[in-house]
């Protein structure tokens, strides 16, 4: 089984749940594009009075919070205008929280908001294969959790292969080995929309929000590209040193693949299950991101930290954060020159 990876747990200072407002900013400017089409696009039996949302990819909290939370508003609205009456006692809504077994399920049912209003279940498991029952599914959403692959690409990290990569992520210079991201990427989407299309219901929606790339843009080119090999030239300053052995970085790969537009829209198209009602450039509150050591090292090591950690010990992982935050000073001019990526916004409806 490919390894997971997941968030940093906990509410301590180094995890996720205190170091997620970057990702959290996009949903705030997603809540009025939810608001809109959960009013004019959501045509699910409203004779049914049990609503039921999913997040995807759901992590510790606090984002999934609120982007719920913005459902149910938007819901409640849509009853309310619809009806003329009032949807408490007369919706009741279950939230289902998605993410790997391995994430910190604790630290998100202990701090769940005390205002809530809906059931609460986990749903353990890869997005990428069913985790609900069939029918089952109103609304579900999901946020900046696409571009994590199910696995690291085939050939990718064997030397006798044409895609081969050297590099720790597709930085998108080599043909064969974007190639096989992007092939890895088709197989991923195209399983995880046929699991959504199994669950929602008719009529049901399906948000997805995060990072791609604009066509003909290489992910080397983007700021988040070139922090990846920021990050990868401080681990070879570590394997110089003799805390991590060379071969082993050489055959270091993250799974991730932020989409390019046209690749995401051809496995929407190609699934078949949905209608695309949406898919924006949305802008984000924090469209720069805040480039301060501390604010590197901490999201380096809440996002890469643990697999660092796993891969080549707690040792090496530390002396790679020290690396990213004296060299800092290093990268700063060339992100300057780096170009746009893309926060998008997707809508799709069950067919
Ligand atoms: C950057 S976090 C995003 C969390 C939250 N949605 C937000 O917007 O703040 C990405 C999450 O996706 C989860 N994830 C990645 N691949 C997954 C998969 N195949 N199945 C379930 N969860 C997955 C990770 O474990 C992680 O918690």
């Known amino acids: 089984m490919a390894p997971t990876y997941t968030m940093a747990g906990s509410k301590g200072p180094n995890s996720y749940s205190q170091h997620s407002t970057y990702q959290r900013a996009l949903l705030e400017v997603a809540k009025e594009k939810i608001n809109e089409a959960i009013s004019t696009k959501l045509n699910v039996n409203s004779a ?3 609503f039921n949302i999913a997040d995807f990819g759901c992590s510790t909290g606090p984002n999934t919070f609120l982007a719920v939370q913005n459902i149910i508003d938007a819901v ?3 009853y309310r205008k619809e009806t003329q009456q009032n949807p408490d006692g007369n919706i009741e809504f279950q939230v289902l929280f998605n993410d790997h077994f391995k994430n910190d399920f604790n630290t998100l049912f202990q701090t769940l908001p005390l205002t809530k209003k809906y059931f609460v279940a986990g749903v353990p498991g890869s ?11 109103h609304v579900g959403h999901c946020s900046y959790s696409l571009h994590w692959l199910s696995q690291v690409p085939k050939g990718i990290a064997d030397r006798n292969s044409p895609a081969w990569n050297k590099d720790i992520h597709c930085t998108g210079f080599s043909e064969e ?5 992007h092939d890895q990427f088709k ?4 399983s995880f929309l046929r699991a959504r ?12 929000l995060g990072s791609c790339l604009p066509d003909g843009i290489k992910m080397s080119e983007t700021m988040k590209g070139m922090l990846l090999d920021f990050m990868g030239n401080c681990l070879h300053d570590v394997a110089k040193e003799g805390l991590i052995d060379q071969e082993e970085l050489d055959s270091l790969n993250f799974p991730i693949y932020p989409a390019h537009v046209a690749e995401f829209k051809s496995v929407i198209e190609d699934s078949g299950c949905f209608t695309t009602e949406a898919f924006e450039r949305i802008s984000h509150a924090n469209e720069e991101l805040p480039l301060d050591p501390e604010f590197l090292v901490t999201s380096h090591k809440i996002t890469f930290g643990g697999i660092l950690e796993t891969r080549f010990g707690k040792e090496a992982m530390e002396k790679t954060m020290e690396r990213i935050e004296e060299k800092c000073q290093d990268i700063l001019p060339q992100l300057a020159n780096a170009k746009s990526g893309m926060q998008y916004f997707i809508m799709l409806r069950k067919n």
């Open 76 to 78: 409640e609205e849509k």
């Open 187 to 190: 197989i991923d989407m195209g």
């Open 127 to 137: 997005f990428f294969g069913r985790v609900l029952p069939r029918d089952s599914l």
């Open 48 to 50: 049914s009075s049990r």
């Open 177 to 181: 080995v974007a190639e096989a991201y």
């Open 197 to 208: 299309g199994e669950e929602l219901v008719s009529g049901g929606l399906l948000f997805l």
